[in-house]
């Protein structure tokens, strides 16, 4: 049998899925003592290119309350064409088109390899796609500018059957009607006022034409796919694209001291309701692009007084936020009714202040919509972000999924107890539901209204089986993700995801549920519970309900000598675990210093729906360095070696052997701590957090660069020395979605900041003495090391007093 | 008292005050053509008269204290001369006049028609006996034509008053109660005396009987009073006062005072050539003062007639075309005002149409500190500020405060104590002229915007049918070049802007630097706003292109529509949002089609039940419906933003609360039924063309200051009041003029009289803010005879139709009519019993200056409104109720007294419109063809037997029975006939305030009704009174009221 390793990695690579622990402790009491739940990451898209579709429905078993589909783990007794379902063990007949099915020859579905299979939906019509762009018009000419630019763009990368609206704000709201000749027609409704589909529908004649085409008779049949707001980009591409082009900066005048006047809260409002009264349970993108906050109508974050600034962490904490919780109510309803229908929101902010995203989050955590955040319409990091929405992959079809569902079955010993990602309940009560929550709970459906490639859903579980009802040797506990959703092709598509782990006794093989403990995927399981707490409990309150966590889990699976803190060892599979708690105390998911409010939010919305990878760099960043000939260095990645950090074991090469003229820059490219020191002044660093790409040159790199060396050709590795790290750069951010902040900076610049927060401040201004090494550069803070942060877990760990 | 024994004097005579025909006409005849006989031809009444008339030319030598009570009086008011009359009737008893007349006057007929002609000429000789003399024969009238110097008029008139009338006022009522008791009885035999004939005296018959009979109110009452009474005052059944037999009896009692008397000469009718004539009136007026210069140098000088063409030299009061009053002299106290219950209004058209000859407004400019005003009244500079202590400080006229003379204003006096630059400057001179304002005197501070015009076009279904959205589209494309501008200007300052709506509202967006337009919909009709700023208000030259593009593409947009809902006030709404928006003022100009049943605020629905008619509900019929329209009203006016309201209804459409707005806001209704393009369309349009084209101000605000004793109470117009005092109108234009009435606060004096300076605050068509003023002196006098000689029956009217309209709101209809009899025959017989010379009850003694108001009361009676006959539309009766509210004197007297002008015989040489003749069916003749014109309609009327030459001439086909009837304009021939034809109906087009739609009507064809509705003096087709029939229900009211 393969390592867990490769088994861990093996499922992922499969299925999308890593579970907290790959063998599963048998009863509830048991579960509860392993501190980490048993949890799952699901990608429900993960990327299968070679994963044929399958032009045939699922066979369903045929308990109505269990509805789960034919897997690879079913029993099938092909004589008598049943097949036994691995849930509720229902007995079900194969449906006559199986009749030629025999042990040699068996549908795709019930080979092993095929755990994740994925059917195509015959039935109903193919859906348009639907794109509608909501664009805020309080901007400065040059963002317009370039804003309308992308859009035109954009268009381009629609499929010509596409539908695509128009709706543009600034006081007012204005509906554009597409394809008029002659004359641009436009339905406006003032900022101030929210109104519900109903009174929309009215106001947009969406309904009188329907009825008039029934009275008139013979046109009545064309179904109305389109209508005069959203049409096919092929038929209005000239149309639409003239009238973005003479889209018109806010004519309303703004006086000294006002902010312009923005109803986007009415403005989502109004797109949420064209869609709701056109294209109800239809894939559909709701792209809003804003230049600023709402500061007027419903979803107001701020007035138009400029002396009043928008709420800071500080005004929320002490209760004076007076336009938030309005405004969140007024977002959460949006949300609420796009993803009712299927449809996503997406929410473009570009300003340098804040825009009220902390209100809006919801809009795109509840319906998988995208988050992106610039300083303005002109940088690459949106027009590139926006670019790679509209990416296709190989087969020519957009990597994005609309109006999906996830429904989960499970095996009678565990129930679901909740998920936490960019969902939103469907309320489907079943025997599977656990009564205990976590994250969004209560129900085994889940609406995921978008999605792509990436999207990462934690579900968690609980045992129910009971202590004193063993579950026979052998006996594996199976989850089952089906996911339907609407290709980007029209589509309807099913996947099916079914995994089983085995159980375990914990009294007599507690060691094969530790070696099956997959920490990377717990820290994100925990990280994601922890942030979903932040969102609605008090910061201090949430770290201190993940240091008990962590504590609780050294005791648990630590070796330890009671009250001897220098005894205390960890095995390998949990050796990075506190690290990553470490990191992801400090982050900017439940630290708040420092960051605005929408600022968390943005940071919070991509935590949670990025896939572990993404996730883990953003808990802990990833640091290169780049240099001639730096000293024997510690080289543990953090990611991929474990037991180095702990015991502070040092793996020594000698770099200078692997140093050829011939390959200068990579061979200088090595992972290093990240730590403060590695800032060391005749090195270049690259850190990844995610949302930034930071460049940092050190103090002698820097002056050399200042002084001009790298263009003078005897110092042409120099020259190349400073090129590599911007080219790793490069490579990340074309991969990478949303664009990072790409950040080029050096020894005391200003940015550098960026990256002195990140890095364990092993030295400060206070030990930096102490140590008594001229390396690495001092941080000032009084956080605590990662050093001091082990000693103390230790040391709680081993109390007997805990 | 009881009336009888008097002889009434001859108001007549002093009515025509200015007449410089005194003295030329004494002693001659003259007088007779002008009122003919009343009484008619048979009836002939001794020529008493002539003898009071005398005393006009020279009151002044009549000796007032001794004078008895009233035949002093009665002396002064004529005018009498004490010399010719004296003594007689001052020693003797009240009989011995009419004896002495009774012997004089040879018929009876003859009398009469000598009375009248007494009273205008002054006197007859006492037998004047040619009764027949055509009424507007020309040798009678000469004397007048060749009398009149204007000073002359007034100095016999003027001065003599004062002495006499003190002297009357006391005892008058004593003395009356005795003698004319008497007086009657010892009558038995001779005839009326005609003395006074000349109002009304000509009561038909045997005026004698009349007069024998003791007590009105005895004998009259039984017979004619119920049912004059019934027919007045209730519905005015036509065919009661039609019957001939009683016609007889009817008039008779009036005139006679007793139906006993009847019996004997009873037959005879009254010649209705024998009442006063309104067409006479004009004409004469015409002669005498026509083509002549108006110097307004002289306090209380009464103006020419509104019919009259004259010049207006400005010397210091106000040209009456802006204002003009009711009486230019006030009595004294306010018992005396209360007394005579004769209105003291001003009707006020600050922006009245100058002739191009009369000298146009100059602008005064005081610098940056404004206009120089009164301290404590602030009052404007004006010619009634008295400047003293060497030309350093002045005293105000109005509130007599002593002002301190800015340094930089400073002037010396010249030896009469009048500055030295009294001639260069308007303010010290001129009664009009207008005042450049400062930055103080503009909405917050900030210098005005030129305004904006928005055409809103209803594109409902009825309206694209009817073809009128096309219609207006293809017009506004060249009517838009002709927007007004400042003199001299090269193009116009005025934004244009264009929505279209149904239940929902389209707006555009034209700005110049478009390719194409755009439309924005705004579909929330609940809360109304404008979705955008930019490029919604353009300037017509720079946007043509795209305007035009899209005035191109309105119709066929919503050719196919079926939307057939309408909203109106989130129309009007929007429009004031987006002059709000622009930081204007501007004009709505609507095309609405129908009444507005969207859901939407103001949204109406049908109320017009048939069944209110005549109760006490009926009202409710009149009273817009409130709340939503009120408001808007009021955003409206605040906002500087007028409504005009093109209606082209095909059913009711509550005009009274659509036409609401417009009528707040100095805008005006203009209503089309059942619309078609090729019936109406002309028509339409040339209202279209005028009303975007006239001279206009905006955003404007009213203040009339007076000098002290008397103050503005109440004022009636397009307009809005948020207090008292300050008149508000969202704009004011050519066409439009406010009622003003007064009251007294105190006694004025004769010596200053009664100063009034309106102040008119408003935005000119190019932005600018300007002070329009206008001072007017009138005189004051403690003789009622000195109110009612200055009395000026147009004007007078004018303030009771507008009041009376205002009364039906919140009274029943009946209570209106009654109330406006009332008022009149207490105006009437105040007279009777302070001014004139006693006569006998019977006799209907009218000033000079009012004796045609009977026939505009009468007519005002009748008018749609007041009528209350379930046969006329609701929405009609509405309409004409709220476009008389902003009426001018002109538009009220042709309204209600067309003009009816034959054309059958008219002298195609000259380019004289022909004569107008009295519009009363007696007039027309079945070979004659007539052209009537009341201002709102056009009717040429074809007798049955009209030459087929005629005929041929005007309209090209053989006979009248080819002649088509739907033709909407007259041919274009190449003939004498029809170029006359043509110029007099576009002269008359280019004089009225809206365009009349042309209808031809042939005689007993069945369109014929509508044109017989407008012969005032005829019997109302839905109820009213004949002119004669009314005259004796008036004088039955005036004897109750001296009883």
């Known amino acids: 049998m393969a390592t867990f390793p490769e088994f861990i990695a093996q499922n992922e690579e499969r299925d999308g899925v890593r579970f907290s622990w790959n063998v599963w402790p048998s009863s509830r009491l048991e579960a509860t003592r392993m501190v980490v739940p048993v949890a799952s990451l699901f990608t429900p898209l993960k990327e299968r290119p070679e994963l044929p579709p399958i032009q045939y429905e699922p066979v369903l078993c045929s308990r109505v309350t269990c509805r789960a589909v034919l897997n690879p783990l079913c029993q099938v007794d092909y004589r008598a064409k049943l097949w036994a379902c691995n849930f509720c063990y229902q007995r079900n007949q194969f449906p006559p088109t199986y009749a030629g099915i025999s042990d040699v020859n068996q549908p795709a579905e019930l080979l092993p390899q095929f755990s994740t299979i994925e059917y195509v939906v015959q039935r109903g019509p193919l859906m348009p796609l639907v794109f509608l762009y909501v664009v805020d018009t309080c901007m400065e000419d040059e963002d317009l500018q370039a804003l309308k630019e992308s859009l035109q763009m954009s268009l381009s990368l629609l499929p010509p059957t596409a539908l695509v609206g128009l709706i543009t704000f600034g006081r007012m709201i204005q509906v554009h009607e597409l394809g008029c000749e002659g004359i641009s027609k436009s339905y406006v409704f003032r900022g101030t006022k929210d109104l519900n589909a109903k009174q929309l529908q009215e106001m947009l004649g969406l309904t009188k034409p329907t009825a008039a085409q029934a009275g008139r008779g013979p046109q009545a049949p064309q179904a109305p796919l389109s209508n005069r707001f959203l049409q096919p980009v092929q038929k209005i591409d000239m149309n639409l694209t003239d009238l973005l082009g003479e889209l018109q900066r806010d004519p309303w005048p703004v006086t000294q001291g006002k902010r312009p006047l923005r109803s986007l809260g009415s403005a989502m409002s109004i797109a949420v309701g064209l869609l709701e009264c056109t294209f109800p349970n239809t894939g559909a993108r709701i792209m809003t692009f804003i230049g600023g906050p709402a500061t007027q109508g419903p979803g107001m974050v701020v007035g138009d007084e400029l002396k009043a600034p928008i709420r800071s962490w500080h005004d929320i904490e002490k209760d004076n936020a007076k336009f938030m919780k309005k405004g969140t109510k007024h977002y959460e309803a949006l949300a609420s009714r796009a993803s009712t229908n299927g449809h996503i929101i997406d929410i473009y902010a570009c300003a340098l202040d804040q825009t009220g995203l902390l209100e809006m989050k919801c809009c795109s955590n509840h319906t998988g919509g995208y988050m992106v955040m610039a300083d303005s319409f002109t940088t690459s990091l949106f027009k590139q972000t926006f670019q790679r929405v509209f990416t296709k992959d190989v087969s020519g079809a957009f990597k994005m999924a609309f109006a999906g569902t996830l429904e989960i079955k499970t095996s009678r010993e565990i129930k679901i107890s909740g998920a936490i990602g960019p969902c939103v309940s469907l309320n489907a009560k079943g025997p599977c539901v656990s009564e205990n929550e976590i994250g969004t709970g209560g129900t085994s459906q889940w609406k995921i209204c978008g999605l792509d490639h990436n999207t990462t859903l934690a579900v968690y579980f609980e045992v129910v089986n009971q202590h004193n009802a063993p579950i026979p040797q052998g006996g594996r506990g199976a989850v089952q993700y089906v996911t339907q959703y609407q290709h980007s092709s029209g589509q309807k598509r099913i996947r099916v995801t079914t995994t089983a782990r085995n159980w375990a006794d914990a009294g007599t093989q507690i060691q094969s549920i530790a070696a099956s403990f997959d920490q990377e995927a717990s820290a994100i399981l925990m990280a994601r519970l922890a942030v979903y707490r932040a969102e609605t409990e008090e910061g201090p309150d949430v770290l201190r309900w993940l240091d008990r966590q962590l504590i609780r889990l050294c005791q648990k699976f630590g070796d330890y000598h009671k009250d001897d803190p220098n005894s205390f060892r960890f095995s390998e599979t949990f050796s990075l675990y506190p690290q990553f708690m470490f990191h992801l105390r400090r982050s900017p998911f439940l630290q708040v210093f420092n960051n605005s409010p929408d600022e968390s939010s943005y940071y919070r919305h991509q935590f949670m729906r990025q896939d572990l990878t993404q996730s883990l760099i953003m808990i802990q960043p990833i640091l290169y360095a780049y240099s001639f000939n730096g000293p024997p260095e510690c080289v543990s990645t953090v990611v991929c070696s474990g037991p180095a950090l702990l015991s502070v074991q040092i793996s020594t090469v000698d770099f200078n052997t692997l140093q050829t003229d011939s390959v200068v820059h990579i061979s200088l490219k090595r992972p290093v701590l990240l730590d403060s020191s590695s800032i060391l002044p005749d090195r270049i660093l690259l850190m990844d957090t995610f949302f930034q790409i930071l460049i940092y040159h050190g103090e002698t790199v820097s002056q050399w660069r200042k002084a001009g060396y790298q263009e003078l050709p005897e110092y042409e590795n120099f020259r190349h020395l400073l090129q590599a790290p911007v080219d790793d750069a490069q490579e990340i951010l074309h991969s990478r979605f949303p664009m990072p902040r790409y950040i080029d900076t050096e020894h005391g610049g200003s940015q550098a900041r960026f990256l002195l927060s990140k890095v364990n401040p092993s030295q400060t201004h206070n030990n930096m003495y102490a140590w008594g090494q001229e390396s690495g550069a001092p941080i000032l803070t009084d956080d605590v090391s990662l050093q001091v942060f082990m000693d103390h877990l230790k040391k709680l760990a081993v109390s007997s007093a805990a | ?1043």
């Open chain 2, 1 to 1043: 008292m009881s009336q009888q024994g008097y002889v009434a004097t001859p108001p007549y005579s002093q009515a025509q005050p200015g007449m410089g025909g005194y003295p030329a006409g004494f002693g001659s005849t003259p007088a007779q053509p002008l009122y003919r006989h009343y009484g008619g031809p048979p009836q002939s009444f001794p020529a008493p008269p002539t003898g009071m008339m005398k005393p006009v030319s020279s009151p002044s030598g009549m000796p007032p204290p001794q004078v008895p009570s009233h035949y002093g009086s009665n002396g002064q008011q004529n005018g009498a001369h004490p010399q010719s009359y004296p003594a007689p009737p001052y020693g003797q008893p009240p009989q011995s006049p009419y004896h002495s007349m009774a012997h004089q006057g040879p018929p009876p007929a003859q009398q009469l028609t000598n009375q009248m002609g007494a009273m205008n000429l002054g006197y007859g000789p006492g037998p004047m006996q040619s009764p027949q003399v055509p009424p507007t024969s020309p040798p009678t009238q000469q004397p007048f034509q060749t009398a009149p110097p204007p000073a002359m008029g007034h100095s016999p008139l003027g001065p003599p008053p004062t002495g006499p009338h003190s002297s009357q006022m006391a005892p008058p009522q004593s003395p009356l109660a005795g003698p004319p008791m008497a007086g009657p009885q010892s009558m038995g035999g001779p005839p009326p005396m005609g003395g006074m004939g000349r109002p009304f005296p000509g009561p038909p018959p045997p005026g004698a009987g009349g007069f024998q009979q003791p007590g009105p109110g005895a004998a009259g009452p039984p017979g004619h009073p119920q049912q004059l009474q019934g027919q007045f005052g209730g519905q005015m059944a036509g065919p009661g006062m039609a019957g001939p037999g009683m016609a007889g009896p009817g008039m008779a009692g009036p005139f006679q005072g007793g139906a006993a008397q009847m019996a004997g000469p009873p037959q005879k009718k009254l010649d209705p050539d024998s009442i006063p004539s309104t067409t006479q009136v004009i004409e004469d007026d015409q002669a005498k003062r026509g083509g002549q210069v108006y110097t307004t140098n002289l306090r209380g000088q009464v103006p020419p007639l509104v019919t009259t063409d004259y010049t207006v030299q400005d010397q210091g009061n106000a040209s009456p075309r802006f204002m003009r009053c009711t009486t230019y002299s006030f009595p004294c106290t306010a018992d005396l005002a209360k007394q005579c219950q004769v209105p003291l209004a001003t009707i006020i058209k600050p922006f009245a149409t100058v002739p191009k000859n009369e000298t146009p407004m100059y602008v005064v400019n005081h610098g940056e500190t404004g206009p120089i005003r009164c301290n404590r009244c602030k009052a404007y500079m004006c010619p009634y500020m008295q400047f003293m202590d060497g030309g350093r400080r002045y005293q105000c006229g109005f509130c007599n405060c002593v002002n301190e003379v800015p340094p930089f204003y400073f002037q010396h006096l010249d030896h009469m104590g009048k500055r030295v630059d009294f001639y260069e400057r308007p303010e010290l001179s001129l009664g009009s002229y207008e005042f450049a304002a400062t930055l103080d005197y503009c909405k917050n501070n900030k210098p005005a915007s030129p305004p904006a015009y928005i055409f809103m076009i209803d594109v409902s279904y009825a309206n694209i049918k009817s073809g009128l959205v096309r219609l207006v589209c293809d017009e506004l494309k060249t009517l838009l070049d002709n927007l007004p501008r400042e003199d001299g200007a090269e193009s116009s300052m005025v934004k244009v802007g264009f929505v279209t709506y149904n239940k929902i509202l389209h707006f555009y967006n034209v700005k110049s630097a478009l390719a194409q337009p755009q439309m924005m919909v705004v579909s929330d009709t609940a809360e109304m706003f404008v979705p955008l700023l930019d490029g919604f208000l353009v300037n017509f030259q720079e946007s043509r292109a795209v305007i035009n593009n899209l005035l191109d593409q309105i119709p066929d947009m919503f050719a196919d529509t079926n939307e057939s809902e309408t909203v109106f006030a989130p129309v009007i709404q929007a429009g004031v949002e987006a002059l709000k928006a622009a930081e204007c003022s501007g004009k709505l100009f609507i095309f609405h089609s129908s009444i507005p049943t969207a859901e939407a605020p103001g949204k109406l629905k049908n109320r017009d039940d048939k069944k209110l008619i005549n109760t006490e509900k009926e009202k409710t019929l009149f009273q817009p419906q409130k709340a939503v329209y009120e408001q808007l009203s009021k955003d409206c006016v605040s906002q500087g933003c007028s409504v005009d309201l093109f209606l082209f209804p095909s059913q009711y459409v509550d005009i009274a609360t659509m036409g609401d707005v417009a009528t707040h806001t100095g805008g005006s209704i203009f209503k089309y039924s059942n619309f078609q393009v090729e019936r109406d369309g002309q028509h339409f349009l040339s209202d279209l063309r005028k009303d975007v084209e006239k001279a206009i101000g905006f955003d404007a605000i009213m203040r009339v200051r007076t000098s002290t004793g008397f103050r503005a109470t109440d004022f009636f117009g397009a307009i809005h009041m948020n207090n008292t005092t300050d008149v508000e109108m969202a704009a004011v234009d050519c066409d439009k003029a406010v009622t003003v009435e007064f009251k007294h606060d105190d006694t004025l004096s004769e010596e200053t009289g009664a100063l009034m300076q309106c102040a008119l605050l408003y935005t000119t068509i190019s932005g600018q803010r300007r002070l329009r003023i206008h001072n007017l002196s009138l005189n004051c006098s403690a003789q009622l005879s000195e109110l009612y000689k200055s009395c000026e029956t147009d004007a007078l009217i004018n303030f009771f139709t507008k009041s009376a309209y205002r009364a039906m709101l919140n009274q029943p209809l009946k209570t209106v009519r009654e109330n406006l009899v009332n008022q009149a025959a207490h105006m009437l017989a105040c007279y009777r019993k302070n001014c004139a010379s006693p006569s006998a009850a019977s006799q209907l003694i009218l000033p000079d200056a009012m004796k045609v108001f009977p026939v505009y009361l009468n007519s005002l009676l009748k008018t749609g409104p007041l009528v209350g006959s379930a046969e006329l539309s609701t929405d009609d009766r509405a309409h004409q109720r709220l476009s008389t509210t902003a009426m001018g004197v002109e538009d009220t007297q042709l309204l209600l007294y067309p003009r009816l002008i034959p054309l059958h015989n008219m002298d195609v040489a000259s380019d004289v419109v022909p004569t107008p003749v009295r519009c009363s069916e007696e007039r027309l003749t079945d070979a004659g063809m007539f052209l009537l014109e009341n201002g709102c309609s056009l009717f040429l009327w074809l007798g049955q037997a009209c030459p087929p030459e005629l005929i041929q001439s005007i309209f090209n086909v053989p006979s009248l029975a080819h002649v088509p009837v739907d033709l909407r304009s007259l041919p274009e021939l190449d003939n004498p006939q029809s170029k006359k034809l043509r110029s007099i109906v576009d002269s008359l087009l280019d004089q009225r305030p809206s365009s009349m739609k042309l209808l031809i009507v042939k005689q007993k064809d069945r369109s014929e009704i509508m044109f017989r509705q407008h012969l005032v003096e005829d019997k109302g087709l839905h109820g009213g009174a004949s002119y004669m029939d009314f005259l004796c229900y008036v004088h039955r009211e005036i004897r109750q009221v001296l009883t």
